[in-house]
């Protein structure tokens, strides 16, 4: 009888496991969208609101750019806090500094505190940190030939963002009025207090035991880092990252510039949102058959043909196909360069590891923010774009770097 139970017990038990990784990644799923959707409504409100509180209009974009700092500053904090009490309770703290950060932002609009709002975007940015590691933790949840399609079914979140950021926004802004914005933060408050009782419902991995994270074989960080598997993956995302945010905050002044409505700018934002977050539902799937590489090869061209677009003239089928390809050079970048890098370090090694990843890829970022504006008020569009080709050449020479060495390994 027990050799005959045995099999059916396995059996049971790996259902058992199945169903909790389903579940995980179903929640983290909605929890990355809630997020998501909070972040969207930031980045369409936080330089007009610090438009109307500074006194000097130059600014207005401070307290965005701080919060890309913030998220910077505590990616590694954030990381190596969770291998200590576990990913569940660092998710909840994070959507409750998200939850303080909305509040002090309400407040500041409320107050006419500019420096108030730049300490609720800071916040925010923290905040963020958390919430970033949602991607790993369902790579972490699922079973291990299932990542790249969990990592995706997550970014996949992200598609709510592109539809109920800006609706949200409209709906809320004019709560307190004659106070523009600070509806907005409120609502992001709310958002972050809904996500944090929503976490609860992951089947999450407890905290390591003190000797799990003292692992004596554990490489040091610069050795992981040397990896070209990491190399691959940090230059995939930052660069995938860094020209998306470089050339989508230009778009709208330059459309504007050129004479379009702010409704044909809206549209086009619109459609690139889309394209970032829609493939995601079948990423993993076509990472799975091709691999992480010819996905982040895919990534490159699609960027390149965004840049071919929009350097061919300023009609709005310039700017819909352009913003669209740049997208979709996201998705595949992005979640390729994810996928890439679960595959470089070991179970004591992950926290790190992955921390280093973000803190590249939101440098990247808070250097591209920054330079978009710089570049579009002092160059013009043609400049934003010339600015993707030197990062662009970098990602294929490190992919065709990775697949000789690929080569040679399996000859």
Known sequence: MTQQSAPSDNTATLAH????????????AFSQALSMTGASIVMLVTALAGAYLAEDDRLATLPLAMQFVATMAATFPAALWMKRVGRRVGFTVGQCIGVCGGFVSCFALLEGRFDFLVAGAMLLGVHNAFWGYYRFAAADAALPEKRAKAISLVMAGGLLSAVAGPELSKATRDIFSPITFAGCYAMIAVIALFTAVLIQAAALKKPASPSQRHDPNARPLLEIMRQPKFVVAAVSAMVGYGVMILVMSATPLSMVDCGFAFEDAAFVIQWHALAMFGPSFFTGALIKKFGALPMIAAGVVLNTVCMISNLSGVELM?????????????????????????????????????????FLVFATISVATFSSGALQNSFGWGAVNGAMVVPLIAATLVVTWLSKLNKRAAA
Do not use: H
Request: positive net charge; charged residues 20%; proline residues 2%.
């Open 318 to 358: 310039n700017f819909w196909l352009g913003l669209t390809t740049l997208g979709l050079g996201w998705n595949f970048m992005f979640i390729g360069g994810t996928t890439l890098l679960t595959d470089v370090y070991r179970p004591g090694e992950k926290e790190k590891t992955q921390a280093a990843n973000d």
């Open 17 to 28: 496991e199945a169903a909790r990784a389903r579940r995980s990644v179903t929640v983290l």
